[in-house]
């Protein structure tokens, strides 16, 4: 997918590939965005594994600032949205929503029925994100993530969230 997106601060965007060239800026975002972030070696798995994998840029420039990614794997009848990240000086600027909409026009375009994921109990931005997405909460994954930035120690639970492609 390599359309060229618009927003509506006329920040021009594109959607490209992951690729191994681009995983150190990827673990740089990663690692300034969350507490326990996936390493190198999570991200290149999923390369690897052939997982759909999507860089978000600001402009058309080889090299283009990163903006956000997302990482997805297709099941049967449905997408298991694994990570989705918009650099932090780019968040509350609709990011996340252009990466969703991409997200669920590639699924329905694999036949995928559902689109699932879960998020940390905690992260609420990003509940609130998802929800007024059309996300719903439909179940919890006790224990599921490491606990820690929260002043948690132990495990944090998962909400499972599902939207109907």
């Known amino acids: 997918?390599?359309?060229?997106?618009?927003?509506?601060?006329a920040l021009e965007a594109q959607l490209e590939a992951m690729t191994p060239a681009r995983?150190?800026?990827?673990?740089?975002m990663e690692q300034s965005a969350y507490d326990h972030p996936w390493t190198k070696g999570n991200f290149t798995d999923?390369?690897?594994s052939g997982?759909?994998?999507l860089l978000l840029t600001g402009g058309t420039a080889p090299g283009a600032e990163l903006l956000g990614y997302f990482?997805?794997?297709k099941g049967v009848d449905e997408v298991h949205l694994l990570n989705i990240t918009v650099a932090p000086v780019h968040q509350r600027q609709g990011w996340a929503r252009v990466m969703l909409d991409a997200l669920a026009i590639w699924a329905r375009g694999q036949g995928a029925q559902w689109l699932w994921l879960e998020v940390r109990v905690s992260n609420t931005r990003a509940r609130d994100v998802y929800q007024r997405y059309g996300f719903r909460e439909?179940?919890?994954?006790r224990n599921y993530y490491?606990?820690?930035?929260?002043?948690l120690s132990g495990r944090e639970n998962a909400v499972v969230m599902?939207?109907?492609l």
């Open 1 to 9: 997918m390599n359309a060229v997106l618009q927003s509506v601060h």
């Open 23 to 28: 995983l150190d800026a990827v673990v740089q």
């Open 46 to 48: 999923s390369l690897k």
């Open 51 to 53: 997982y759909q994998a």
């Open 71 to 73: 990482v997805a794997m």
């Open 138 to 141: 439909v179940g919890l994954r």
């Open 146 to 151: 490491p606990a820690g930035g929260t002043g």
């Open 162 to 164: 599902s939207f109907a």
